[in-house]
């Protein structure tokens, strides 16, 4: 289905007199992103931590753990809304790609989103207690399909603005940098919701038939929403859009899809996201079991504390690392700093079978923060990568259509997390796994941590091959943005000569 004489092509510039050329490390002053939009657009990154992860976090812990809902359903009412979204999500890239209006393509799809975001993550953490187990799994699956829904309309459009915000290499690479920064601290924000759930504060004091956290979840998902809000419109109101794209012909969704799947360097990027995300959240529902369980031995108030404690520690030292990310890729390159990143990945899972022990529970805090450094190289790199894709397509097609590069990114990126949802719920099902008990048979726990430990460094081994792969490196991309510069020009210079 891909191109495949395109990655000969992309391998031919790296050699070319323009790569040589343009190569040079420096961003031109016209690159760069001014400080008011860097940081209004990854202001973005908190709305899109929340709404990311927000069902991955709390679901089994409020649904399951605090309702008692069988792990099951849990999966299948996760699993249901992301195969919806993700084949709505070609059709909202598209649209943002097609959009004509005097605020731009992409602000006006954010700004609606953005309230979207918030209204529906309030609901999702607000259920109707009388309801029967049934009840409670089909209110979590509608109200997740309007969330993933709303979730789409925000992020695809934010996400195309971010790569549309400059043309540079590497300036690409620090505004994901940024946004990566502003999410962690959406992050750290999401990690203490459940045990401040539990907080006499937001809980009170009073002994009720609905437990506690329940209770508590629904002031604190209020306050998340001004939060999710109030982080997502910044994109709409301060960035700015390069308005002359919007004079380009409008492609049907169809035709768009067709070419985004026939470009090779996006398909070996989406392969490795693909795998990647099959590693690591296949399994980390299984990580509260383990630290309930087996390692805080079914104190869930010392379990959720220590979830807080080791997310924020994670968090923490993913800002760390950024700048020290965000440097090696301009040092080593983006290819080579993703591929040691994934190393260090599956070192760190790998660990977590003698870390996680009872009789040390703060040692569980090292295998995530041991794969921390390794995952910030994924997240900020992949994004910045996809940029260069759109450079590679646009060379190619005349069309800058990053809504549907990034529309098709979240369909495999959804469809994926799709399969696994179910899929892990099986597992812990088929792992022994008793519903609501306060404490799980030791095989049952045995098992869920082999497959904790073993199931990422799989994938992540094939997710680097896979990187290893990926054709474009510095010089062809500056040797592609030499082309795509000098044709502009020259169009412009041919539509001043004929007015």
Excluded at 210 to 227: C, D, N
Aim: hydrophobic fraction near 50%; charged fraction near 15%.
């Amino acid at each position: 289905m891909a191109d495949t004489t395109l990655t000969t092509e992309i391998e031919s510039l790296a050699q070319s007199p323009k790569a040589a050329q343009a190569s040079p490390h420096a961003t031109r002053p016209e690159d760069k992103i001014p400080f008011v939009q860097k940081i209004s657009w990854s202001a973005g990154g908190i709305t899109d931590q929340f709404m990311a992860n927000g069902i991955g976090t709390l679901a089994q812990l409020i649904y399951n753990i605090g309702l008692g809902v069988p792990v099951v359903w849990i999966g299948w009412a996760t699993t249901i809304p992301r195969i919806f979204d993700a084949f709505i999500d070609p059709f909202i890239g598209n649209s943002t790609d097609n959009a004509r209006t005097r605020w731009g393509r992409r602000r006006p799809f954010i700004f609606v989103g953005a309230f979207l975001c918030a209204f529906f993550f309030a609901a999702v953490w607000m259920p109707p207690t009388k309801l029967s187990m049934m009840g409670l799994a089909v209110f979590f699956t509608l109200a997740s399909m309007l969330y993933y829904f709303a979730y789409a309309i925000f992020i695809i459009p934010q996400n195309a603005l971010g790569i549309e915000l400059t043309p540079d290499y590497h300036e690409r690479t620090r505004i994901q940098a940024w946004k990566l920064f502003m999410g962690s601290i959406g992050a750290i924000a999401l990690g203490w919701m459940y045990p401040l759930a539990q907080n006499a504060f937001f809980c009170g004091s009073e002994h009720t038939s609905v437990p506690k956290e329940i209770v508590g979840m629904r002031p604190l998902a209020i306050i998340a929403a001004f939060v999710i809000l109030g982080s997502g419109l910044l994109s709409a109101l301060f960035c700015k859009e390069k308005m002359e794209v919007q004079s380009q012909p409008k492609i049907k969704v169809a035709g768009a899809i067709w070419l985004t799947l026939k470009n090779g360097p996006f398909l070996i990027l989406t392969a490795v996201i693909f795998n990647l995300l099959i590693g690591l959240f296949i399994v980390m529902p299984f990580t509260n079991y383990i630290s309930i369980y087996y390692v805080c031995k079914g104190d869930k108030a010392f379990g959720g504390q220590m979830g807080a404690l080791t997310n924020t520690i994670y968090n923490i030292l993913g800002m760390v690392a950024i700048p020290v990310v965000t440097w090696l890729a301009t040092r080593w390159g983006k290819r080579k700093t993703m591929i040691v990143g994934q190393l260090s990945v599956i070192v760190g899972s790998v660990s977590s079978l003698w870390l996680f022990t009872p009789a040390h529970p703060y040692w569980q805090i090292i295998p995530p923060v041991a794969m921390c450094p390794g995952l910030t190289c994924v997240w900020i790199l992949c994004s910045s990568m996809l940029a260069e894709v759109c450079d590679v397509d646009e060379l190619k097609s005349g069309l800058r259509r990053e809504g549907m590069f990034g529309a098709v990114f979240a369909l495999v990126f959804k469809a994926g997390l799709a399969a696994v949802g179910v899929l892990s719920a099986y597992m812990l099902k088929w792992s022994g796994l008793v519903d609501g008990a306060l404490m799980q048979p030791p095989r049952t726990l045995f098992i869920l941590r082999y497959e904790f430990a073993l199931i990422p460094a799989f994938f992540l081994a094939i997710s680097t091959l896979l990187t290893w792969c990926f054709p474009i490196t510095e010089k062809s991309a500056r040797a592609v943005r030499a082309q795509l510069d000098a044709r502009k020009q020259a169009t412009g210079t041919s539509a001043a000569q004929a007015s």
